[in-house]
């Protein structure tokens, strides 16, 4: 699966050094009248002519990090990805060696991925030790309370997410007070004792609706969850150093889409370093023109609302991150959802309910791509008012509808 948020284009031949070696020479170039920070450059190397095990990336003759990723598991590199900050105007110029011997170079963690089971002889929320990377079940099967914080979490050091591996597959989120990594300590669930020392926590209740843009079927009067599918699948594709991604595969969803038949999805969420927004990726085994699906972010409480009519929606407001029986040793939290939606998908907006600020949304072809971002007014780092973090949610959707444009 591709996201097309950069512009590929041919500048000059890969220059062979040797033959387990090839150099490329990769320019990246900011049209537009705005620095960008953390932003993403990926290079597919599915025809860079070696198999390709590792990988050394420069600029100016200094080494800056890189990772490479196997994204369908079958033990080849699909793609090679690195993050630079970029002026206005600006064009930058890196030179990527690719070899075919060695392993990746290793470099320090900015963003980490989590999956484990519940290990019943251990009684604390954040000492659990049965990590996984992969489960599967068939039609009928809730994993739900069997896997600790109920799906993956992954994180940067700005925020994390979590999924839930049940028909919901529901986005939730955790809140940060401060820049780092901290949940391979708190595991989604903070003690008292990491609680006082600043550490966060969840910071959202989802119940049924969509949290933060969970995709849904539509049934042509209300969304509908994942109840009905054959198989479904959550798995951890690459934990690091630079991104996580995390894939939820649903095989055989009949979505009672008019009678449209069974369809298969596979959704990747993608989160990279430096960055609080994920990007939602989504494949189907066949065109989707005669489908209809739901999205959109959960309408906090007394929470205010931003749309620009045209896919960029968001909302600031203040309610428990549990439900209010169980609030016990929680505080009220306050919270910015955003949600940016290709224009050309949002097939209608509708207005809010108690539960949602919905979307029906289609797509002529078999992909469909858009980006969620939230953040905590706990945070040291972020924003505190409606009018901040609207502003942000403006600048976001101008940065993702003109990328970065990458020629090597």
């Known amino acids: ?28 170039e900011n049209g537009s009248s705005t620095a960008r920070k953390a932003t993403p450059v990926v290079i597919s190397l599915g025809n860079c002519g070696i198999d390709v095990k590792s990988a050394l990336v420069t600029k100016d003759g200094t080494e800056i990090p890189s990772q490479l990723d196997d994204l369908d598991g ?18 930058q110029t890196f030179s990527v060696t690719l070899e075919d011997s060695g392993s990746p170079r290793q470099y320090k963690p900015q963003v980490y ?53 049940d028909h919901r597959q529901t986005v939730d989120i955790y809140g940060k007070y401060r820049k780092g ?14 609680k006082a020392a600043g550490l966060g926590d969840d910071v959202l209740w989802v119940g049924e609706t969509f949290g933060l843009g969970t995709l849904r079927g539509w049934n042509g009067n209300a969304p509908e969850m994942l109840k009905d599918v054959d198989q479904r699948t959550l798995r951890i594709v690459s934990r690091g150093p630079l991104r996580t991604i995390v894939e939820v595969v649903d095989e055989g969803w009949n979505t009672m889409n008019a009678g449209n038949g069974k369809l298969d999805m596979t959704t990747r969420y993608t989160l990279y ?3 609080r927004d994920c990007f939602v990726d989504i494949k189907f085994n066949k065109q989707a023109a005669d489908y209809r699906f739901a999205t959109g972010i959960i309408n906090v409480k007394n ?45 209608e907006e509708l207005p809010a309910n108690k539960d949602n600020y919905p979307y029906v949304i289609g797509n002529a072809t078999d992909e469909l791509h858009y980006n969620i971002t939230f953040c905590s007014d706990n ?30």
């Not at 033990?75 to 993050?83: A, R, V």
């Not at 929680?330 to 224009?343: F, M, N, Q, S």
């Open 1 to 28: 699966m591709k996201r097309n948020f950069v512009t590929l284009a041919i500048l000059a031949a890969t220059l062979p050094m040797a033959a387990a070696q090839k150099t490329l020479n990769v320019s990246v």
């Open 74 to 91: 079958n033990g080849t590199f699909d793609e090679l990805c690195f993050i630079t900050d970029i002026d206005k105007k600006a064009t």
């Open 113 to 165: 991925a989590e999956m484990l089971l519940t290990n019943k002889k251990i009684k604390s929320n954040n000492k659990q030790d049965l990590y996984i990377s992969s489960l599967t079940v068939d039609n009928g099967t809730n994993p739900y309370w069997m896997l600790h914080h109920h799906g993956p979490a992954f994180e940067n050091d700005m925020v994390a997410y979590r999924i839930y591996f």
């Open 181 to 194: 990594l901290e949940l391979k300590q708190t595991q989604f669930y903070p003690s008292k004792e990491q």
């Open 273 to 275: 370093a430096g960055r």
């Open 303 to 347: 929470s205010v609302e931003l749309s620009d009519k045209q896919g960029l929606r968001g909302c600031w407001g203040t309610d428990w991150p549990v439900s209010e029986k169980d609030s016990a040793g929680h505080k009220r939290e306050t919270v910015g959802l955003g949600i940016c939606i290709p224009a050309k998908n949002v097939v």
């Open 379 to 408: 945070e040291e780092f972020g924003f505190h008012s409606s009018k901040e973090w609207f502003d942000y949610l403006k600048a976001w959707k101008e940065e993702i509808n003109s990328p970065v444009t990458v020629k090597y």
